[in-house]
């Protein structure tokens, strides 16, 4: 069964540093999200991405986020300057439709941690 | 009013037995309300999901029971099996939005 690949598993960086987390979807969905999860809470949305565009981002996607498909197989998620409280799992997410229609695809997650 | 309370935080059950997690949310405007399993080192999978216009859903084992007029639904895992051991979250969308507002989970143990 096809699924959503995240990289790295692990993410380890300082506070201040820029990270890049890398996700490769499912090929041929057309919707792609990022969620979080700060240990032992809920899930958080963050953004979302269709038609290489953001289709809806929460008030957490503030500018030192940003997400781009640099080409036909991979997603990613940059933390321009991190802070110790960006420390959390990042899920990535993809869907063939929106998410009203057809169930999303998470990744197993990459755990950043700030130092 | 975009929150989603679950309960209970965690949750034993006896292999065999019932389990039942509950959710209730405010937003009126919320109209899909998935469930989601989660097992520890992996990311959320669908597990089944719910329409308003409907008050039951059964797949298998799982049921999830929805009360519109006081905006709650549940989820029942009926014959539980240790594998059914993991964190499970209820969450919330409305047409035309892509934001999945999830509960804060429920640990759910299945003892033998």
């Known amino acids: ?34 969620y979080r999860q700060i240990l032992g809470q809920k899930v958080e949305f963050l953004v979302s991405f269709y038609n290489n565009e953001i289709s809806e981002k929460s008030e957490i ?9 640099p080409d036909g197989s991979n997603f990613t998620l940059k933390i321009r300057s991190t ?9 990535c997410a993809s869907s063939g439709g929106s998410s009203y229609n057809s169930p999303l695809h998470f990744g197993n997650g990459t755990r950043l941690t700030v130092t | ?7 209970p935080q965690s949750l034993i ?39 308003p216009d409907v008050s039951e859903k059964k797949e298998g084992r ?17 014959d539980s099996q240790p594998g059914d051991s993991a964190t499970y979250f209820c969450a919330a969308l409305n047409f035309g939005n892509e934001k999945l507002t999830f509960g804060t989970g429920t640990r759910l143990t299945i003892i033998p």
């Not at chain 1, 201040?16 to 792609?32: A, T």
């Not at chain 2, 469930?35 to 999901?49: D, T």
């Not at chain 2, 999830?64 to 009926?78: G, P, R, T």
């Open chain 1, 1 to 34: 069964e096809p699924e959503v690949t995240q990289t790295p598993s692990h993410q380890v960086t300082q506070m201040g540093q820029e990270v890049i987390l890398r996700c490769v979807p499912i090929s041929n969905h057309l919707y792609f999200y990022w």
């Open chain 2, 62 to 78: 799982f049921t999830i029971s929805f009360n519109k007029s006081a905006k709650q639904f549940s989820l029942h895992i009926m």
């Open chain 2, 13 to 51: 059950v006896q292999k065999g037995g019932i389990s039942i997690i509950n959710c209730a949310y405010e937003n009126t405007a919320f109209d899909y309300f998935p469930w989601y399993q989660q097992f520890p080192g992996k990311g959320p999978a669908l597990l089944i999901a719910i329409r």
């Open chain 1, 61 to 69: 996607f503030d500018d030192q986020f940003s997400v781009e498909r």
């Open chain 1, 83 to 91: 802070k110790l409280e960006d420390s959390a799992m990042y899920f």
């Open chain 2, 1 to 7: 009013q975009q929150q989603v309370k679950q309960s």
